[in-house]
């Protein structure tokens, strides 16, 4: 009894510790924002190449911000995420354009036409790519009003991100669908520059002048990179309409058990692009007895911007990798806005959504909160999951308050 009642105050001792340890430790070590190196955040590869570079790397509020010159013009970017998007649109737009230059005389000289670049040659566009960077940054929008029947509405309005992407004529639509998918682009990029080519090629491919395979390259498929779940998503969004595409998601979610007024929301959220959707259902397919997934649906749809859209569809593939190759959670659980999960071994589990995470006020606050949450719940252990990395306070600190840290999660084996 008396070694019981030693080992009840020691471990009551601890727990105390625990909880305010932290608010002692971390008092005058709170990390303001940091300068970016941007050798240290990018490869070389991603920090320039023959159709773009990367001019300026800044952080703030988790996050970093690029300034990006491109072939296909200018960008302020926010998250790694969207600047790796858009790193991969430059990529294939260029290479496409000089591809179809090389193989068909009469569409790459209407290409050229509508891309009005400021020379007769088309070594220019590869060769010097920031040359004609500024003048295709307008062009784009401005030259391709024909696109479409009538005008195109990415030309139109720039800013209007979340109209529908889909050609009102089901030919050019099916062609459209069929060249991203060759393409390895997102059909429903809200990026109006890929729209605008997009429609092009499309019309171009409807009316005859250009035939289904004519200037793609295998090079520009990603399906080798892609696992099983990814290319039936890649497949759904090629075969599927809009409204077929709308039908689908909302048929997974239901199955999930989905309540109808959620299901409704998260169709007709205008923030989160078909591709989200998509994306956000068909993983949440794969997780089969987990409970509580009406919360995590609550949370997608407060996206409000595409860069938590991406987070969002990035965190449900997060959920599905974890509960396949690390353990198999028996529910979601919304912690103050915060993606949770429930292990089987009594863990809880935070996914952390930031590019990188600093010690700052706001996340010492926040997972002081969470380790005390979880301690005086009786949880067998607690982890936080990053999409992003940690600095080095903030893992000391993290640790501190006992949790378990996995940074970086979906990173690819080997990548930078």
Same mark, same amino acid.
């Given at each position: ?9 020691? =471990?009551?001792?601890?727990?105390i ?7 002692? *430790? ?8 940091? *300068? ?20 300026a ?20 970017l ?19 354009i000089?591809q179809?230059e ?25 060769t ?5 960077? $500024? ?9 391709l009003?024909?696109t479409?029947?009538g ?16 050609p ?38 409807a009316?005859?002048?250009v ?33 077929e ?18 299901? =409704? ?24 007895? *987990?409970? $509580?997934?009406?919360?995590?649906i609550?949370? *997608? ?77 009786g ?22 308050l ?11 084996s080997?990548?930078?």
């Amino acid at each position: 009894m008396h070694l019981d009642g030693t080992a009840y105050y020691l =471990k009551s001792a601890i727990v105390i510790l625990l909880i305010f340890f932290p608010l002692f *430790v971390s008092a005058g070590s709170i990390e303001s924002s940091p *300068v970016v190196n941007s050798n240290t955040v990018l490869s070389p590869k991603e920090l320039s190449s023959a159709y773009h570079r990367v001019d300026a790397v800044e952080f703030e509020d988790g996050f970093y911000k690029f300034q990006l010159e491109s072939d296909i013009g200018e960008f302020e970017l926010k998250s790694l995420a969207v600047l790796k998007k858009r790193l991969n649109e430059i990529k294939i737009l260029s290479q496409a354009i000089i591809q179809y230059e090389n193989q068909n005389e009469e569409f790459s000289d209407e290409l050229r036409s509508q891309l009005s670049l400021s020379s007769d040659s088309a070594d220019d566009f590869i060769t010097s790519p920031f040359k004609t960077a $500024r003048n295709l940054a307008g062009q784009l929008g401005n030259n391709l009003d024909a696109t479409l029947d009538g005008e195109d509405p990415f030309v139109r309005d720039q800013l209007n991100k979340y109209s529908l992407r889909e050609p009102n004529d089901p030919t050019v639509a099916r062609h459209k669908r069929n060249a991203a998918f060759q393409l390895g682009l997102d059909m429903y990029s809200s990026n109006y520059k890929v729209q605008s080519f997009l429609n092009t090629v499309a019309k171009a491919r409807a009316s005859g002048k250009v035939s289904a395979g004519v200037g793609l390259s295998s090079s520009f498929t990603t399906a080798q990179n892609q696992n099983d779940i990814d290319r039936r998503i890649s497949n759904v969004l090629r075969s599927k309409t809009l409204f077929e595409l709308n039908e689908y998601n909302a048929d997974l979610l239901l199955e999930m058990g989905i309540n109808n007024k959620l299901i =409704k929301a998260f169709i007709e959220h205008k923030a989160l692009s078909p591709t989200n959707k998509t994306t956000i259902a068909t993983y949440l397919s794969g997780l089969e007895k *987990v409970s $509580r997934l009406d919360s995590y649906i609550e949370v *997608v749809l407060t996206a409000d911007e595409e860069v938590v859209a991406l987070i969002f569809e990035r965190l449900s593939k997060m959920l599905f990798r974890y509960y396949m190759e690390t353990e198999k959670f028996s529910a979601f659980y919304n912690f103050k806005g915060q993606a949770a999960v429930l292990t089987e071994s009594r863990r809880i589990v935070f996914f952390e959504y930031a590019d990188l995470l600093i010690w700052s006020e706001e996340n010492e606050r926040k997972y002081t909160q969470a380790a005390k949450h979880a301690m005086t719940s009786g949880y067998k252990g607690w982890e936080v999951v990053s999409l992003g990395s940690l600095s080095s306070l903030a893992a000391q600190q993290i640790e501190a308050l006992a949790f378990k840290h996995q940074a970086d999660f979906l990173k690819p084996s080997g990548a930078k």
